[in-house]
């Protein structure tokens, strides 16, 4: 810590408000798929084709080929129904809201409902507190986070849980501006966060009038796109554990780097595999006893965060920019499928049993000695000839405990595995017997923050394993349905609010407990 505050942030003490940079326009992409199942395909354009080139760069593969060779349609500003496939598991939130604090404590019992985990879902008194702590003005939410003394007469705003959220948005505003706050508001002398605190205990000690220590306003000094990209992972990451620590789950970042895997179809002239990376993290049941927990096991993943640091969706053209940035949230969508069809399954790496993986062989030869293999005795002068000691004999060295690089890069083995031995892959929140898969992605981009559901048919996670497609002018999975929220622009309390509510039922829907106990239970205003 510096001072007050974190010393990852680091913005300059003074600035005049003639030398602040332009702001970065904020321009949310729209662009809006649409592929028909009935209709033929190019066969060039089909997934098998695709598949069989993997090294195509991304704006061929997932471009806007990519979402027309899987059939993906998207509908935009999906209502709270179209987004949860069951809207049962959607609140009445607007009677909760009108609840006094006394009614909700009585009525909070009948509102929740087993969750997977054995505990039970949070009901109308827990999201009455989110909604307070989340209604907190962000000029009170900000003071709170600098130690800032509050106006006179009033209180330092209790944050709650909420607390990590605006510590986040508090980062947000040397790079972007607060739409909350009036463009014609004077700059007060307090500029800088790393500034603030000292210049009003300054303030207050030398006699200044208490009228100056309530004007603090905090000027931007640079421009969204200089952000560190962290910075909107971990706002993100703090407004998901507002509403999923209460349905037993939290967000991480994979332990394994997040890949969507992909094969050439079967019986290829030239079979490849490949796969495409991603920087989404996800969200994890978290574990349910402590011995897991110290072991940091997990399970799931049950959705997926997609942060992405963009910011201009105008090049190389507005349609080509916007397709790639839906194919990101595309791609975290089908690796969280990909992970959660792993359940009850064993990993078999790529190659494994195959020659090419245990013959001894280089350059298609029959295998011999290599580098250091060839000339077994030391030449003199050698840097790689044993140290002698004074009587000649060379000097005894500790063995080694583990391989050498060289001897590593000798073996012949299959690669690397993928799977991480501490997550317990599961299918969480899918339709028994469905053949398909609902996957939750929550994006975010700028200061805004996003829901996304992809329906995902396990027909197509078998296409990108490799499986053959009897006719590629045709897709035997159908298509792939998609629906997003409305974007939420989490610097506004009312906007901020109406995206808890509509994390909430993902989290409810996607925890659900499917052994039929939520019938014994009574489920009033629910």
């Known amino acids: ?44 354009e089909a997934l098998p084709t695709l598949l069989q080139h993997t090294g195509r760069p991304l704006t061929d593969l997932l471009g806007t080929k990519g979402l027309s060779a899987i059939g993906l349609n998207l509908t935009l500003d999906a209502s709270l129904e179209q987004l949860i496939p069951d809207p049962s598991y959607i609140p009445d939130f607007h009677q909760w809201e009108q609840l006094s604090a006394d009614e909700a404590r009585e009525r909070n ?67 972007w501006d607060d739409p909350t706050q009036p463009p014609d508001l ?39 796109r200089s952000m560190p990209p962290e910075y909107r992972q ?70 997926a965060a997609c942060a992405r640091p963009t910011t201009d969706f105008t090049t190389p053209d507005v349609e080509t920019a916007q397709a790639l940035d839906l194919a990101r949230e595309i791609v975290a969508a089908l690796i969280t499928a990909q992970h959660r069809a792993r359940e009850g399954k064993a990993e078999t790496r790529f190659g494994e049993g195959q020659w090419w993986t245990k013959e001894p062989r280089w350059g298609g030869g029959s295998g011999g ?92 996670l078998d296409i990108f394993a490799g499986s053959p497609e009897a006719d590629p002018t045709k897709r035997s999975w159908g298509g792939v349905q998609a629906w997003r929220s409305p974007w939420y622009d989490l610097f506004k309390t009312e906007e901020r609010i109406e995206a808890m509510k509509t994390l909430w039922p993902v989290m409810a829907f996607q925890m659900r407990n499917d052994t039929g106990q939520e019938d014994d239970v009574p489920m009033a205003d629910a």
Not at 376 to 382: N, P, S, T
Not at 403 to 415: E, K, L, Q
């Open 109 to 175: 019992q009948s509102t929740r409902r087993p969750l997977r985990n054995g505990n039970l879902s949070p009901g109308c008194q827990t999201f009455l507190e989110r909604k307070k702590e989340l209604s907190n003005t962000n000029e009170d939410g900000f003071r709170t986070v600098r130690r800032i003394p509050p106006p006179k007469g009033k209180q330092h705003a209790r944050l709650g849980n909420a607390y990590e959220f605006f510590r986040c948005l508090e980062m947000f505003t040397s790079f």
């Open 369 to 460: 000695p290599i580098g250091r293999e060839i000339a077994r005795d030391a030449v003199q002068g050698d840097k790689d000839a044993r140290p002698r000691g004074g009587d000649g004999m060379p000097v005894t060295k500790k063995p080694r405990k583990n391989m050498s690089i060289y001897d590593n890069y000798r073996m012949v083995r299959p690669p690397a595995g993928t799977w991480d031995k501490k997550t317990r892959y599961e299918a969480i929140g899918k339709a028994q017997g469905a053949d398909y898969d609902d996957i939750f992605v929550i994006s975010s981009l700028f200061h805004h923050v996003s829901i996304l559901r992809v329906r995902v048919p396990m027909r197509l």
């Open 1 to 44: 810590m510096f001072g007050n505050f974190p010393i990852g942030h680091i913005v300059p003490k003074k600035i005049d408000p003639k030398d602040v940079p332009e702001p970065t326009p904020v321009n949310i992409p729209r662009y809006q798929p649409f592929a028909r199942e009935d209709a033929s395909l190019d066969v060039s």
């Open 186 to 224: 004077p700059p007060s002398p307090e500029i800088g966060p790393s500034d603030s605190a000292p210049a009003a205990a300054e303030g207050s000690s030398s006699g200044k009038p208490d009228k100056e220590l309530e004007e603090v306003r905090i000027i931007r000094t640079e421009t969204g």
């Open 234 to 303: 971990s706002l993100l990451s703090a407004f998901i554990k507002l509403v999923s620590y209460d349905f037993g789950c939290s967000v991480s970042m994979a332990r394994l780097e997040p890949r969507l895997h992909m094969c050439s179809p079967e019986g290829s002239a030239s079979p490849r595999k490949s796969y495409f990376t991603s920087n989404a993290s996800f969200i994890f049941q978290s574990p349910k006893t402590r011995e897991e927990a110290r072991a940091g096991t997990v399970y799931g993943p049950v959705g």
